[in-house]
């Protein structure tokens, strides 16, 4: 027999997961259309289809992806404590068991960009799994109308020749940055198809980029009036 909470698919959403669904739906009311509640079911769908066939605590790698966004930084003054407490607040109160909340608690710590730069001080399958799942809804169609979106939200140029994408920024100056919404596919977007951790990740992410090449070649010929 597997560990505990181990398997290779959910067969039914336990008392927790559900819960934590009807918190972050509440929680989540009224947030940026790309950092949503509905952000949050995709990145959740992603990450139970990543997992489906691995050995992994499907609960941990479920509400992972549920708490993953419950309060991101850029919407709170770039303060990346509020999340993690805000988690662990509601999983103390709903008596999750304390190694479950740690480890959660680091899948939130650690699933984020933050410019490329970022080096990760925790490492875990479930962490793997819900990051790719996150980094998947930053890329194809969706990936596209959620980096409008915030570009709207942030009222940002769409594009200006003029400005060059920012590579290779520090952690600060990636959350700082005000750049037109295209230098977001450069300085973000276009990096993520090669740094997905899991297979299954990995081929949906290879098709989500080839899409945004096409949606970038488009957009330029437009640009310039070619077509």
Same mark, same amino acid.
């Given at each position: 027999?597997?560990?505990?909470?181990?398997?290779?698919?959910?067969?039914?959403?336990?008392?927790? $997961?559900?819960?934590?669904?009807?918190?972050?739906?509440?929680?989540?009311?009224?947030?940026?259309?790309?950092?949503?509640?509905?952000?949050?079911?995709?990145?959740?769908?992603?990450?139970?289809?990543?997992?489906?066939?691995?050995?992994?605590?499907?609960?941990? $790698?479920?509400?992972?992806?549920?708490?993953?966004?419950?309060?991101?930084?850029?919407?709170?003054?770039?303060?990346?404590?509020?999340?993690?407490?805000?988690?662990?607040?509601?999983?103390?109160?709903?008596? $999750?068991?304390?190694?479950?909340?740690?480890? $959660?608690?680091?899948?939130?710590?650690?699933?984020?960009?933050?410019?490329?730069?970022?080096?990760?001080?925790?490492?875990?399958?479930?962490?793997?799994?819900?990051?790719?799942?996150?980094?998947?809804?930053?890329?194809?169609?969706?990936?596209?109308?959620?980096?409008?979106?915030?570009?709207?939200?942030?009222?940002?140029?769409?594009?200006?020749?003029?400005?060059?994408?920012?590579?290779?920024?520090?952690?600060?100056?990636?959350?700082?940055?005000?750049?037109?919404?295209?230098?977001?596919?450069?300085?973000?977007?276009?990096?993520?198809?090669?740094?997905?951790?899991?297979?299954?990740?990995?081929?949906?992410?290879?098709?989500?980029?080839?899409?945004?090449?096409?949606?970038?070649?488009?957009?330029?010929?437009?640009?310039?009036?070619?077509?």
């Amino acid at each position: 027999m597997g560990k505990p909470g181990y398997g290779k698919v959910m067969l039914k959403e336990s008392k927790i $997961v559900l819960a934590t669904k009807a918190f972050v739906q509440q929680e989540l009311a009224n947030a940026e259309g790309g950092h949503d509640w509905f952000h949050i079911e995709r990145v959740y769908k992603n990450a139970l289809l990543i997992a489906e066939g691995e050995e992994v605590n499907l609960e941990i $790698v479920a509400i992972g992806a549920l708490l993953h966004d419950i309060a991101d930084a850029k919407f709170h003054q770039g303060d990346e404590t509020v999340g993690p407490q805000k988690a662990q607040r509601f999983l103390q109160q709903q008596s $999750v068991e304390q190694a479950t909340i740690e480890h $959660v608690i680091k899948i939130i710590e650690n699933i984020s960009f933050k410019g490329g730069n970022f080096q990760q001080q925790f490492h875990s399958e479930e962490l793997a799994i819900v990051q790719d799942a996150d980094r998947l809804d930053a890329l194809g169609a969706i990936g596209i109308a959620r980096t409008f979106n915030y570009g709207g939200f942030k009222n940002r140029k769409l594009y200006d020749p003029s400005i060059s994408p920012k590579l290779n920024m520090t952690k600060e100056e990636y959350k700082k940055g005000e750049n037109p919404t295209i230098n977001h596919f450069y300085e973000k977007l276009l990096l993520l198809k090669d740094r997905m951790n899991t297979k299954k990740g990995k081929k949906i992410a290879e098709q989500r980029h080839l899409f945004m090449e096409e949606f970038l070649k488009q957009f330029y010929n437009e640009w310039e009036g070619l077509i």
